[in-house]
Nanobody, 122 residues
Framework: QVRMVESGGGLVQAGGSLRLSCTAS????????MGWYRQTPGEQRELVAH???????NYADSVKGRFTISRDSAKNTVYLQMNNLKPEDTAVYYC????????????????WGQGTQVTVSS
């Protein structure tokens, strides 16, 4: 079973930037709709951005205009460029497949990685 490996998080001041990366073995990232999720303690994981296999992107209103998702299929990697970070962006960020099919949901459940912590200080 493939697990996602996220990296690039850290501590940054408000207004700063970070670039997150997510890789996985095989071609799972290049052939699926991929998304970045985030979770804070006691809250449900939320989808903040996703990218389709054709490169179309979509963002949560809270990050629109500040975050950019992209993918490098040759490297089987998906990125999240985060600019103008705010304290409310503080969370653990994860990447995974996006979709509502049973197969996708089952695969998601076995693929969550450890995530990468993003902390934004005011």
């Amino acid at each position: 079973q493939v697990r996602m490996v996220e990296s690039g998080g850290g501590l940054v001041q408000a207004g700063g930037s970070l670039r997150l990366s997510c890789t996985a073995s095989g071609n799972i990232i290049s052939i699926n709709v991929m998304g970045w999720y985030r979770q804070t303690p006691g809250e449900q994981r939320e989808l903040v951005a996703h990218i389709t296999t054709t490169g179309s992107t979509n963002y949560a209103d809270s990050v629109k205009g500040r975050f950019t998702i992209s993918r490098d299929s040759a490297k089987n990697t998906v990125y999240l460029q985060m600019n103008n970070l705010k304290p409310e962006d503080t969370a653990v960020y994860y990447c995974n497949l996006v979709g509502s099919s049973l197969a996708t949901i089952l695969y998601q459940g076995k693929s969550w990685g450890q995530g990468t912590q993003v902390t934004v200080s005011s």
